[in-house]
Every structure is written in structure tokens, then in C-alpha cells.
Nanobody, 128 residues
Framework: QVQLVESGGGSVQTGGSLTLSCIIS??????????LGWFRQTQGIGREGVAA??????YYLDSVKGRFTISQDKSKNTLYLQMNNLQPEDTAMYYC?????????????????????WGRGTRVTVSS
């Protein structure tokens, strides 16, 4: 069973930065069909895809392009999300996610329906 554990959330002021980490255990696809993602959820709204990564490219929600960077370190089994110039609208619970197997991408890499394994989340609060 794939397990994901997020960390690095916190409270910052507008314009601040945070780096989220996600340690992923029992994930067997680091070296063949690696596909991982970051999502966020605010109260009463479904999960929104923020960023995703595979061996060929990265994917970003339009509102975070130029501010957020997704990366991975296979040697540490860790996924990262560097968040700069944070805004109050970035306030949310952030989750990392992995698909079942190599994944099925008909709904896209920023759709929560494309992922089957989720962490418990780390909270990010941005105050104005």
C-alpha cells in the first residue's frame, strides 16, 4: 500500500514562501512511470489540482504558474512543492497524491480522479 506523508505547511504573510515535502513509501514507479501530484482543498470545495510531475514535464494550475515549483528527489522518495509569493487565496489544506499503478490520464494530471493514493495533508495559511 502506497503511503504519503506531507510536511512543511504553516502560516505566512502575503508574499512569503513555503516548501512542502511529501515522503512516499511503497511507491514502485519512481523509475518507470513516475507520476505524482499536489492538490489543495479549501472548506466546502473539492480538491483542486495545483501541480503534477512526471519524467518528461511538469503541469501547473494557471493561478500558480511562475510562483510554485514541483520537483522530486527519487533518492529520498520525496516530492516537493516550492511556493513563492504566496497569496491569501493560496490558503488551503495541501495534499500529495500518487496514482494506482502507472495511472490513467483521460481526465488529466490535475484531476483528483486520476489519483488513488493520498496523504493526510498539511495546512497552509496566508494572511494579508
Amino acid at each position: 500500500q502506497v503511503q504519503l506523508v506531507e510536511s512543511g505547511g504553516g502560516s505566512v504573510q502575503t508574499g512569503g514562501s513555503l516548501t512542502l515535502s511529501c515522503i512516499i513509501s511503497e511507491y514502485e514507479h519512481w523509475n518507470d512511470c513516475m507520476n505524482l501530484g499536489w492538490f489543495r482543498q479549501t472548506q466546502g470545495i473539492g480538491r483542486e489540482g495545483v501541480a503534477a510531475i512526471n519524467d518528461y514535464r511538469t503541469y501547473y494550475l494557471d493561478s500558480v504558474k511562475g510562483r510554485f515549483t514541483i520537483s522530486q528527489d527519487k533518492s529520498k522518495n520525496t516530492l516537493y512543492l516550492q511556493m513563492n509569493n504566496l497569496q491569501p487565496e493560496d490558503t488551503a489544506m495541501y495534499y500529495c497524491a500518487a496514482p494506482r499503478g502507472c495511472g490513467v490520464w483521460t481526465k488529466g494530471r490535475l484531476s483528483e480522479d486520476s489519483y488513488g493514493y493520498w496523504g493526510r495533508g498539511t495546512r497552509v495559511t496566508v494572511s494579508s
